[in-house]
């Protein structure tokens, strides 16, 4: 039996857990205006229907996961899950809300240090600075997040062409898997960048715990694919078309 099948074998008990940017849709200059492939959505909505549980988790705010994916049944959890969707509701860690001051400040200043970096407010509990419109600005960029994280007692996270500034919670991909992966037997997640290790790392000692029969890690290839995800991975597709292949493929060996 394949990884995919034992996957679709009993899929009231599996998760399939799908990262959004590079994996659902396409990286662009202009971060905001990310959009999901159009058959996203559609891909998303089978797999609702089939499995137990189907969820996206990002680094974008809930509220942005929702806007682009209007789909019943799809759990979100953004922020790398700082946020979740609760019903039309979003619930925000607690721990979260102490750092709100912090993000804003460290925005505010990271605005007025570097102009011609792009500074992305997302939501209150993270700022992004990118440098994929001005890569002459990468060394000064990742010198600031360093100064600002250390100023702010925030972390950083590196991501595409961006670091992101985020509080230093015991939170990320990982323990935002462990959660909709638990009472699962079998579990999938897709992603294509650095964050995503942490999903990988997660489904990987589930298995070993025993927690988990199987565990299916999928990479999306593209030129800025960080060779540890691409090497770890069970299965390497082409970029957001590969993924959505994969995806419904999936669907297919269930219905
Ligand atoms: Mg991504």
């Known amino acids: 039996m394949t990884l995919l099948s034992a996957l679709a074998a009993d899929p009231a008990r599996a998760a399939v857990i799908v990262d959004f940017d590079g994996t659902l849709a396409p990286i662009v200059d202009d971060p905001p205006a990310a959009t999901p492939l159009p058959e996203a959505a559609a891909t998303l909505d089978r797999l609702a229907r089939c499995f137990g549980r189907v969820a996206v988790v990002s680094g974008r705010p809930v509220s942005f996961l929702?806007?682009?994916?209007?789909?019943?049944?799809?759990?979100?959890?953004?922020?790398?899950?700082?946020?979740?969707?609760?019903?039309?509701?979003?619930?925000?860690?607690p721990a979260a809300a102490r750092w709100v001051e912090a993000v804003h400040r460290a925005a505010d200043e990271a605005e007025a240090e570097l102009p011609g970096l792009f500074v992305e407010r997302k939501g209150t509990v993270a700022v992004g600075l990118h440098w994929r419109r001005r890569p002459d600005l990468e060394a000064a960029a990742?010198?600031?997040?360093?100064?600002?994280?250390?100023?702010?007692?925030?972390?950083?996270?590196?991501?595409?062409q961006t670091v992101e500034l985020r509080p230093p919670l015991d939170v990320d991909k990982g323990t935002a898997v462990e959660e909709l992966a638990t009472g699962a037997s079998a579990a999938l997640f897709i992603g294509d960048d650095r964050g995503d290790l942490a999903a990988f790392d997660t489904l990987t000692r589930l298995v070993d715990e025993g927690r988990?029969?199987?565990?299916?890690?999928?990479?999306?290839?593209?030129?800025?694919?960080?060779?540890?995800?691409?090497?770890?991975?069970?299965?390497?597709?082409?970029?957001?078309?590969?993924?959505?292949?994969?995806?419904?493929?999936?669907?297919?060996?269930?219905v």
């Open 66 to 93: 929702r806007h682009h994916l209007p789909v019943d049944g799809l759990t979100l959890f953004g922020q790398y899950g700082v946020e979740r969707s609760v019903g039309d509701g979003i619930e925000t860690v």
């Open 142 to 160: 990742v010198d600031l997040g360093h100064r600002l994280a250390g100023l702010h007692g925030l972390r950083l996270e590196p991501g595409r």
């Open 212 to 254: 988990l029969t199987h565990a299916v890690r999928v990479a999306v290839r593209s030129s800025e694919a960080p060779a540890e995800l691409l090497d770890r991975a069970d299965f390497v597709v082409d970029g957001p078309r590969g993924a959505l292949r994969l995806l419904d493929e999936l669907v297919a060996l269930v």
